[in-house]
């Protein structure tokens, strides 16, 4: 069983998952929202809709930084700290690409070239300003699990295949 994200449910401690497992998740792609509705409200609510997406991505981050405190209390200082450094990073890029910077992004795209072609074939003011946001919302459901794998692919071929041998190291300098 997958979650709304795509990723396994349930997690590693056997427990349902808030921030990935839930409608929480969703709170993650208020900016797409924004995006989607950007003809039609002003840019302070829209750069609001991405402050929303980016508390949850502390959020999220926070709670897995805690999750690597309680599961390695009993390792070394060295290895705790190295643990959550991982969980914290890992989940704020993971949650930074794949909630906020890539969706928002291409919503925001949607909307643009839609308004544009709207715009050239002299379409109505009504439809010019209505229609894009019609779209980016259509959008949204199409894109959330290709970009949510896009991010998990990036992640294990960069930093997730740099952590192990970095957290080697670390804990092996000095001791």
């Known amino acids: 069983q997958t979650t709304m ?3 396994k449910k349930p997690s590693e401690d056997g427990k349902v998952d808030i921030y990935r497992d839930t409608w929480v998740r969703y709170v993650g792609y208020a900016n797409e929202l924004g995006e989607a509705f950007r003809p039609l409200i002003p840019a302070p609510a829209v750069w609001g809709s991405y402050g929303i997406s980016s508390i949850y991505v502390l959020a999220d981050t926070y709670d897995k930084v805690q999750k690597a405190e309680k599961k390695f209390s009993k390792a070394s200082p060295k290895e705790r700290f190295v643990e959550k450094v991982e969980a914290g990073v890992d989940t704020c890029l993971w949650q930074g690409l794949a909630s906020v910077i890539i ?6 795209q949607v909307v643009h070239y839609s308004k544009k072609a709207l715009s050239t074939v002299k379409a109505p003011v009504v439809a010019v300003r209505s229609v894009p946001t019609v779209c ?5 459901p199409f894109i959330v699990h290709p970009i949510d794998s896009l991010v998990d692919f990036m992640l ?14 670390y804990t092996k300098k000095d001791a």
Not at 103 to 108: A, E, N, R, S
Not at 136 to 140: E, P, T, V
Not at 157 to 169: D, G, N, Q
């Open 5 to 7: 994200s795509g990723h």
């Open 103 to 108: 969706p928002g992004f291409t919503i925001h």
């Open 136 to 140: 980016g919302l259509g959008a949204i």
């Open 156 to 169: 294990d071929h960069t930093t997730r295949s740099w952590a192990s041998p970095l957290k080697k190291w």
